[in-house]
């Protein structure tokens, strides 16, 4: 049985790499931090009672910035694979605490790789690095392959390259099978809350079901290549199975707005929009709905762009080309943007519909210390 070690475990890839290495056999372990709050809502169904025998689903306690506690653990663990995918992920949040990226993002990956270096396991472990198309950040040559220069555009694209430059040269150093995977968006019914799409899902399924009013959002003109995370964790995997140990772009290779995305995510639930303005004027207004579970105002206001979301740099276009991965490992991509949508929408409309449950028997709003 192959062990797995997978830094970032709580997150939406790990919570889906998880299942999809159990599925195929693997000993899991993950790292998760420790929080005030439960934070393992995403691998709950996976859990299993350290009481019972013969498990193959491990959680530690760990951090990325705590080096100590990562060799501990790469030592007891003796993984055959170790999965990096923690990190401070959010871009925007980035300018916020740039300090904290750089140390969990960047030299978190110099962590996890001079462990396997000091623990002499650089014939046994194979890492894969979490790297992503905002190393491309400014770059406006299309579409982005494995060969095209990087010009990353936020304290976390630039921790991201520090991380995607050590994991080049501890291959080359010390010949550890060390690979980046450079994956383009990809998300998911339970991608966090606060990137575009899910975002965007969540404010329209609580805006059809009367919930909120209106959705605020930054720069509707960005364009991302976006795919759906079961298909790039399954990539991950294939990355460290390859013969060589190599850099990969993970991609779908189209490219739509964030206003595109918005619009389609209302479609799913019969809603018509119509954008006016331009700029920091911009809005969309209700112009037709014709799904009957929905009472939505026809002309009722319901997205405006709040500047509050801007960010100080911005990445405007993205789209991969992952013909190397399909054509050398023979990736292929089972899901498309609608149907990511839809899957996306559905989830969110039967979340909401659970608070309009509690709003309805006045439950949502409740004092702690009653
Ligand atoms: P998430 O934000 O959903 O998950 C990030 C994970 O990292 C969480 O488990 C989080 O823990 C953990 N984490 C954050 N900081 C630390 C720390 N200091 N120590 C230990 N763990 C930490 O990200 P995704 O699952 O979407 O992405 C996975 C990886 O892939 C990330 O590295 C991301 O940068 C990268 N990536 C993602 C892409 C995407 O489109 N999703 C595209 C390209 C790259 P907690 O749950 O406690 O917050
Ligand atoms: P990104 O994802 O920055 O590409 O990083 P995000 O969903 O945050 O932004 C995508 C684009 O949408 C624009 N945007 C907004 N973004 C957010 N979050 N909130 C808004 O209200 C909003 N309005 C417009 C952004 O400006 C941007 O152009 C994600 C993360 O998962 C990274 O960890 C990963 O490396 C990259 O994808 C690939």
Redesign the pocket.
Known sequence: MKVAFITGVTGQDGAYLSEFLLKKGYIVHGLKRRSSQFNTDRIDHLYQDPHVENRNFFLHYGDMTDSTNLIRLIKEIQPDEIYNLA?M????VSFEIPEYTANTDGVGALRILEAVRFLGLENKTRVYQAS???LYGKVQQVPQTETIPFYPR?P?GVA?LYAYWTTVNYREAYGIFACNGI????ESPIR?E????R?ITRAAARIALGLQDKL?????D?K?DWGHAKDYVRMMWMILQADEPEDWVIATGGTTA?REFVKMAFNEVGIELEFTGEGVDEKAYVKSCNDIRFQIEIAKEVVAV?TE???PT???L?IGDASKAKNKLGWVLEYDLKELVAEMMQSDIKLMQKECYLKEGGFTTHNYFE
């Open positions: 990190a992920s959010h871009v925007h992503t198309s905002e936020s976390y991201k994956l383009f968006n990809h966090g606060t990137f575009v799409t975002k605020y959002i930054g720069n509707l960005a991302r964030v709040d979301y801007f960010r911005e990445v405007d993205l």
